[in-house]
């Protein structure tokens, strides 16, 4: 089997309809995975692979996802932990519904899905690899994100906790990721420009970033967060999303 060729592997990309977990999705799907993809709500346009209406904050929601896997395919060797994100939010006024939910989506909901996983990816002779992808908002708070980095930095910290308990059957990293081109973010060129790279990361840099991680190239990486976000992420008084 080539690197980068993902015949024969299942391939899991939680909130894989749209965005950057589409791109992921489609990513693998390319390479030769056979791919599940989940999300809440049913997609808009026919999901790049065989789709599971999911809350992945629900545990008994999420082990039905990992069984219907399964049961399709016969075996799990890659999670992308990719649902997540959060509108801003002034910290002294925010509700504590609010706090909760982007936790859970953001912390609690990708070590639900992980544990699923792991059950599968530990009783397989090739073992496992799990991805979870965060945000430099975990080390590099900006204004209205409070809750939001709070759980990327402990999802950051769950994830070196993870590859600790359950290496070498299963590797656990991490992805920090910086401003993204997506639909639902758009920036102006002048933010760009104040990038090292610059330019802002599109979801094929974070796609690519899984595809390596996910497969034999990082066979000894784990508990690594792997900082996609082109040399560093821009100071919050230069961010305009209009």
């Known amino acids: 089997m080539a690197a980068l060729d993902f015949t024969g592997r299942t391939v ?16 693998f799907a390319r390479a030769g995975a056979a791919v599940v993809v989940c999300a809440r709500n049913e997609p808009d346009e026919p999901a790049p692979g065989l789709f599971v209406k999911t809350d992945v904050r629900d545990p008994a929601s999420v082990d039905a996802l990992v069984d219907a896997a399964v049961d399709r395919f016969g075996r799990l060797d890659v999670l992308i932990n990719n649902a997540g994100g959060s509108p801003e939010a002034d910290a002294a006024t925010v509700s504590p519904r609010f706090v ?6 953001n912390l609690l909901a990708p070590f639900y899905v992980s544990q699923a996983a792991y059950r599968v990816m530990r009783t397989q002779e090739t073992g496992g690899s799990i991805v979870n992808i965060g945000s430099v908002s975990a080390t590099d708070p900006q204004p209205g994100t409070a809750a939001y980095s709070a759980a990327k930095a402990g999802l950051l910290t769950l994830t070196k906790a993870l590859a600790l308990e359950w290496g070498p059957d299963v590797r656990v990293n991490h992805i920090t990721a910086g401003l993204i081109r997506t ?5 102006t060129e002048q ?3 104040l990038i090292p790279a610059g330019r802002l990361a ?3 840099d974070i796609a690519n970033a899984c595809l390596f991680l996910g ?7 784990n508990g690594a967060d792997l900082a996609v976000h082109g040399g560093g992420e821009v100071p919050a008084r230069y961010v305009v999303n209009p």
């Open 215 to 221: 497969g034999e190239l990082a066979s000894y990486v």
């Open 100 to 105: 909760e939910k982007v936790v859970a989506l």
């Open 183 to 187: 639909e639902a973010a758009r920036y």
């Open 12 to 27: 899991l990309v939680t909130g894989g309809t749209k965005g950057i977990g589409r791109v992921v999705a489609e990513t």
């Open 202 to 204: 599109e979801p094929a």
């Open 191 to 193: 933010t760009a420009s």
